[in-house]
Nanobody, 118 residues
Framework: QVQLVESGGGLVQAGGSLRLSCAASGSISNANAMRWYRQAPGKQRELVATFLSGGSTNYVDSVKGRFTISRDNAKNTLYLQMNSLKPEDTAVYYC????????????WGQGTQVTVSS
């Protein structure tokens, strides 16, 4: 069982930046997809960014051009660089590592709070 631990959240003013990290206790280099999700109070969990094993990335429209997902397999760490933050980015951010084949797994971190003040 691999544990994921997020860090880097905090309070920032609108327009500011934060970099979230997600450190894995074991190798995640064979994950098919690494993702960042977020959940704002009273809202459903939302997929924010995806890093696929082939190196391609995807983002929800609301963060395109502002957020960048990256992965360092040597450090077993996933990152989310967040620039030009807006109050609507306020949420708990979770990282996820998922593999479909040949041996599936689905690991989640405990979340890190990001609060953007106006």
């Amino acid at each position: 069982q691999v544990q994921l631990v997020e860090s880097g959240g905090g309070l920032v003013q609108a327009g500011g930046s934060l970099r979230l990290s997600c450190a894995a206790s074991g190798s995640i280099s064979n994950a098919n997809a690494m993702r960042w999700y977020r959940q704002a109070p009273g809202k459903q969990r939302e997929l924010v960014a995806t890093f696929l094993s082939g190196g391609s990335t995807n983002y929800v429209d609301s963060v395109k051009g502002r957020f960048t997902i990256s992965r360092d397999n040597a450090k077993n760490t996933l990152y989310l660089q967040m620039n030009s933050l807006k109050p609507e980015d306020t949420a708990v951010y979770y990282c996820n590592a998922k593999r479909w084949v040949p041996v599936p797994y689905d690991y989640w971190g405990q979340g890190t709070q990001v609060t953007v003040s106006s």
